[in-house]
């Protein structure tokens, strides 16, 4: 028997979705139409309903997402196992040497306090070839964990573009194929623990940026806090609980929706007591995808007098990305200007002849 997950049978909940948070009002599935409620789901703390819906704020905290609640303990559980066994010796070095510089003066505010590693489920699966991924415990068989998990997690982040299509009047399976390119989209998942930090005044977990891609939903620690989101110019906490996965937009998803839904702005702090886990899994377009605003929610825009049409730029997803690792940590609205730019150096460029 391949580990703990194919004994006993995973219940199954069936998924009815839902929203609770300290910051988010509760959505009463029961009172409200399917279509309201996915609005809701995403509109992200304090709730707006906005008239007709558009500029969203796009973190969400889904529950009844129809993960077997058993699955996502074991991910749990074969993650943090991972951490103390393979990785947290690594990772106190790394804190002393950090530590000591900061506190000679240094500044270490470009380092994030993370130990992480990632795990490329699409277009190819690195999974197998993950030097210390522990498959040998017949209770602890990480890799066929990650594998079932990351194929729950891959249907989910299907389902919840189709409920953004949905939601934006855009045919089913337009965000999808948005992203597929000619290899399907990139699918990954990165496995991190925060661990306790002495000065958290001197270092974050990971510094403020906003994902560049699709998008990305993330099983966080139900114990111990750390995500904020930036919402209205102030720092609010995603707060931890249990089985729910955060929803999180990225720029890609920005730029396609034509803003009608925003990435946001996130950081995670470290904090002296606690080691955080969190489990990001990132459904991004293919390299070569072609980005650019839905024609038809473009146009819809280009009808209201305030706005000028198509604000967002046309490129390949891979181009966006060599820009955005060397731009991760700065806004992102530079980056969109800068693709436009590229776009129109593209243009301008003479037809070569010969
Ligand atoms: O760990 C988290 O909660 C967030 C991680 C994250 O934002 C990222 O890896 O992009
Ligand atoms: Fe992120």
């Given at each position: 028997?391949?580990?703990?997950?194919?004994?006993?049978p995973?219940?199954?909940?069936?998924?009815?979705?839902?929203?609770?948070?300290?910051?988010?009002?509760?959505?009463?599935?029961?009172?409200?139409?399917?279509q309201?409620?996915?609005?809701?789901?995403?509109?992200?703390?304090?709730l707006?309903?906005?008239?007709?819906?558009?500029?969203?704020?796009?973190?969400?905290?889904?529950?009844?997402?129809?993960?077997?609640?058993?699955?996502?303990?074991?991910?749990?559980?074969?993650?943090?196992?991972?951490?103390?066994?393979?990785?947290?010796?690594?990772?106190?070095?790394?804190?002393?040497?950090?530590?000591?510089?900061?506190?000679?003066?240094?500044?270490?505010?470009?380092?994030?306090?993370?130990?992480?590693?990632?795990?490329?489920?699409?277009?190819?699966?690195?999974?197998a070839?993950?030097?210390?991924?522990?498959?040998?415990?017949?209770?602890?068989?990480?890799?066929?964990?990650?594998?079932q998990?990351?194929?729950?997690?891959?249907?989910?982040?299907?389902?919840?573009?189709?409920?953004?299509?949905?939601?934006?009047?855009?045919?089913?399976?337009?965000?999808?194929?948005?992203?597929?390119?000619?290899?399907?989209?990139?699918?990954?998942?990165?496995?991190?623990?925060?661990p306790?930090?002495?000065?958290?005044?001197?270092?974050?977990?990971?510094?403020?940026?906003?994902?560049?891609?699709?998008?990305?939903?993330?099983?966080?620690?139900?114990?111990?806090?750390?995500?904020?989101?930036?919402?209205?110019?102030?720092?609010?906490?995603?707060?931890?609980?249990?089985?729910?996965?955060?929803?999180?937009?990225?720029?890609?998803?920005?730029?396609?929706?034509?803003?009608?839904?925003?990435?946001?702005?996130?950081?995670?702090?470290?904090?002296?007591?606690?080691?955080?886990?969190?489990?990001?899994?990132?459904?991004?377009?293919?390299?070569?995808?072609?980005?650019?605003?839905?024609?038809?929610?473009?146009?819809?825009?280009?009808?209201?007098?305030?706005?000028?049409?198509?604000?967002?730029?046309?490129?390949?997803?891979?181009?966006?990305?060599?820009?955005?690792v060397?731009?991760?940590?700065?806004?992102?609205?530079?980056?969109?200007?800068?693709?436009?730019?590229?776009?129109?150096?593209?243009?301008?460029?003479?037809i070569?002849?010969?």
């Open positions: 028997m391949a580990g703990g997950l194919t004994s006993p995973i219940r199954r909940s069936s998924p009815r979705w839902s929203l609770e948070s300290d910051n988010v009002d509760q959505i009463d599935t029961a009172r409200r139409s399917r309201m409620w996915i609005e809701a789901a995403f509109v992200g703390p304090p707006r309903t906005g008239r007709g819906g558009r500029r969203r704020a796009t973190t969400a905290q889904m529950l009844n997402h129809g993960i077997a609640h058993e699955l996502m303990d074991e991910v749990e559980r074969v993650s943090k196992a991972h951490y103390a066994n393979c990785r947290e010796e690594k990772f106190k070095e790394f804190a002393r040497r950090t530590l000591e510089a900061g506190e000679k003066g240094a500044d270490v505010k470009g380092i994030d306090w993370e130990s992480t590693f990632f795990v490329r489920h699409r277009p190819v699966s690195n999974l070839d993950l030097p210390d991924v522990d498959d040998h415990y017949s209770y602890c068989n990480q890799r066929q964990v990650m594998k998990f990351a194929s729950e997690i891959e249907k989910l982040s299907e389902r919840v573009l189709d409920l953004l299509c949905e939601n934006l009047g855009l045919e089913k399976g337009y965000l999808k194929k948005a992203f597929a390119g000619s290899n399907g989209p990139t699918f990954g998942t990165k496995v991190s623990s925060y306790p930090c002495p000065r958290p005044d001197l270092v974050d977990g990971l510094r403020a940026h906003t994902d560049a891609g699709g998008i990305i939903l993330l099983f966080q620690d139900d114990q111990v806090s750390g995500l904020q989101l930036l919402k209205d110019g102030e720092w609010v906490d995603v707060p931890p609980m249990r089985h729910a996965i955060v929803a999180n937009i990225g720029d890609q998803l920005e730029v396609i929706t034509n803003g009608r839904y925003k990435s946001v702005m996130h950081r995670v702090l470290t904090r002296p007591d606690g080691n955080r886990m969190s489990i990001a899994s990132f459904y991004n377009p293919g390299a070569d995808a072609v980005i650019f605003p839905a024609p038809a929610l473009a146009a819809a825009e280009a009808e209201r007098a305030d706005a000028a049409a198509a604000a967002y730029p046309r490129f390949v997803f891979e181009d966006y990305m060599n820009l955005y060397r731009h991760k940590f700065e806004a992102k609205e530079p980056r969109f200007e800068a693709m436009k730019s590229a776009a129109e150096v593209v243009h301008a460029a003479p070569a002849t010969a």
